[in-house]
């Protein structure tokens, strides 16, 4: 990485020497799955709004007493 003189001065300091163009970013899917923190969020989330959802349908399929 070339930093030219202006660009200190011009720029934020710890901009400009944290700017890596050499690598880049990894795709957004490899992202989630390398952080455990949504993945414990989607473990917890999904099982949770896939029970709610089938309970509703129990209990909509109860028929009415007369």
Known sequence: MVLAYSDI????????LLMNDDEPTP???QR?????FILLF????VPAVLYL???IME????????
Request: charged share 10%.
């Open 32 to 36: 989630v799955l390398d952080n455990p």
């Open 9 to 16: 001065f011009t720029t934020n300091y710890k901009k400009v």
């Open 59 to 66: 209990i909509i399929s109860i028929p009415i007493a007369s």
């Open 27 to 29: 795709p957004l899917m």
């Open 42 to 45: 989607f473990g917890v989330a």
């Open 53 to 55: 959802i089938w309970g």
